[in-house]
């Protein structure tokens, strides 16, 4: 099992981009176990799709 970040951790933008571009090339994942294999939350994985789609696939330079 791997350790999850502590809660307010801060990600690069590049992780971000890695992350959700993992969770699009492996779609028989769920989002529990793609966030589980990247070491992270799942509200932080659906956080960073959600602001992704509302920015039609483009990070907004201030996102965190």
Request: hydrophobic letters at 30%.
């Amino acid at each position: 099992r791997r350790m999850v970040m502590a809660k307010g951790t801060q990600y690069s933008q590049q992780f971000k981009e890695e992350a959700i571009r993992y969770r699009k090339n492996h779609p028989e994942l769920t989002l529990r176990k793609t966030a589980e294999n990247l070491g992270i939350s799942e509200s932080a994985l659906k956080n960073w799709m959600k602001t992704e789609k509302e920015n039609e696939g483009a990070f907004h330079p201030r996102f965190r």
